[in-house]
């Protein structure tokens, strides 16, 4: 039977790395039985790097994917882009063994202004191409956002269809936080798809009091922003559902992710979304190898 991998989203865990750093947490990642990781909001550094490599080769995980932005998210924001750092970024992922590169949003200052988007599309399918040389594929990280339509197509759309190299890590909350079937947006992408991202989608506690009551506005603050992400399983997405649709789809790797933890320390909810998952009979993926 055709198998994915289910790995982590290391977003998760810049904390940790700065707290007990990139080996100790790989290796925490390792005892909860994941065997791939998504590199996001790590600083790339030497020793970093380096952790990483190590740690990869001791615990037998797949560094299945590195982040990278195309141009800053903001001007003057710190950090590589692909346009300043290209040789450093692709030796990155050579060091690392992996073939995929994923920008995880568009830059803030464009969103929203159609002629902009449409330059970012076009220079993203050119490093998706530049990167094609290198062995390495180029996927965009979709939110909400996305989702917005410009002359009646979606963003997500106009982004695929004047795409053929750029590939896309679709992320299930965010599709049905913009009120469309994770399902349904992932076969629409098959074969564009080797990255996808497992985010559950809860509905969280609606915590009142009297005072709530004297206030209607913070009353309907709280009612109308009662989503919260969730650890995978304990949600209301159908998550077979969804990793079904992914695989036929042709996802490889299919990354945990939580954007907010509410106080819950990361590793636990790692740990509950891995027990989820296996008791939802995909143990054996945490064990299989996709390369």
């Known amino acids: 039977m055709k198998k994915g991998k289910i790995g982590v989203q290391m977003m998760m865990l ?22 791939a990781v998504e590199v996001s909001q790590i600083p790339m550094t030497e020793n970093n790097v380096s952790e990483l490599k190590r740690a990869s080769q001791d615990f037998n995980i797949e560094i299945a994917a590195l982040s990278a932005s195309l141009d800053p998210i903001m001007p003057g924001m710190p950090g590589e882009t692909l346009t300043d750092d290209f040789n450093k970024i692709v030796q990155d992922c050579k ?61 997500l759309d106009l982004i695929k269809n004047n795409t053929s190299k750029l590939g896309f890590e679709l992320d299930i909350h965010w599709i049905q936080r913009a009120g469309e079937n994770p399902v349904d947006i992932i076969t629409q992408y098959k074969d564009r798809i080797s990255l996808l991202h497992l985010k559950d989608y809860r509905i969280g506690q609606l915590d009142l009091n009297e005072e709530d009551f ?8 709280k009612f109308t922003n009662l989503i919260e992400f969730a650890e995978v399983g304990e949600g209301n997405m159908n998550i077979p559902a969804v990793i079904d649709a992914g695989l036929a789809s042709g996802a490889k790797y299919f990354l945990v992710e939580q954007d907010d933890t509410y106080g819950r320390d990361p590793f ?12 939802l009979g995909y143990a054996d993926w945490f064990e299989a190898t996709v390369k």
């Not at 004297?214 to 603050?221: E, G, L, Q, T």
């Open 268 to 279: 636990e909810c790692l740990e509950i979304s891995a027990q989820n998952l296996r008791k």
């Open 214 to 221: 004297k206030d209607m506005p913070k009353f309907f603050n």
């Open 95 to 155: 060091t690392l063994d992996c073939n995929f590169l994923r920008i995880g949003m568009l830059p803030l200052t464009i969103m929203g202004d159609k002629e902009k988007i449409m330059q970012f599309i076009l220079k993203a399918e050119d490093m998706a191409h530049s990167l094609a040389e290198q062995g390495i594929e180029l996927y965009y990280h979709t939110h909400h956002v996305e989702f917005q339509k410009f002359d009646g197509e979606y963003l």
């Open 14 to 35: 810049k904390d940790k790395v700065e707290e007990i750093g990139v080996y100790e947490t790989m290796r925490k990642i390792n005892e909860l039985g994941y065997r």
